[in-house]
């Protein structure tokens, strides 16, 4: 018989085993978020429909009850793409304070589009936001999830060259 979850890492497995023992029975579905964040970062930063089922068949879910989620949060991804995601505000508040700029200043700075990664697979400069809850430190943006604030070009400069 086929193993539940073979597609997924047994690093993977063993983190959603973690997770789901963290909920009371029954209430598995608790543990997706994370059994997602963990097999998409196994794979590269992005998951694939193998991986999903692979989750689902783990915590004994529908896999629509996996994919509904994956698809919903903005943090994970079902399309390969670079493995540093960047995300730059242009909402009202960062709009006025200088985001096109920071926006064409990394896209130049990459040689990509919003929505596009570099050709290494380094940087993937995800889209623009519409608002991080974070105006007053405007302009700002998102590298793998952290905010950084009060942008200047030199500084996203300084951001993105200490990425590894
Ligand atoms: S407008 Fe950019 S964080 Fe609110």
Not at 74 to 103: A, H, K, Q
Not at 119 to 129: A, I, M, Y
Request: a negative charge; glycine letters at 6%; hydrophobic letters at 40%.
């Amino acid at each position: 018989m086929k193993e539940k979850g073979a597609a997924l890492t047994e690093h993977t497995r063993e983190v959603i085993e973690q997770w789901r023992a963290k909920f009371p029975e029954g209430r598995q579905r608790s543990a997706v978020i994370a059994a997602l964040h963990a097999a998409q970062h196994d794979n590269n930063g992005f998951l694939t429909s193998e991986l999903m089922d692979g989750v689902a068949e783990c915590l004994d879910l529908e896999p629509i009850q996996v994919y509904e989620v994956a698809t919903f949060y903005s943090m994970f991804e079902t399309e390969p793409t670079g493995r540093n995601s960047i995300s730059v505000c242009n909402n009202i508040s960062c709009m006025l304070c200088g985001g096109d700029e920071i926006i064409a200043h990394i896209e130049k700075k990459l040689g990509i589009k919003v929505g596009e990664s570099t050709s290494d697979g380094k940087f993937f400069l995800k889209r623009e936001e519409e608002c991080l809850a974070a105006c007053v430190g405007a302009p700002m943006m998102m590298l793998n999830h952290v905010y950084y604030e009060n942008l200047t070009t030199d500084k996203v400069d300084e951001i993105l060259d200490a990425v590894e």
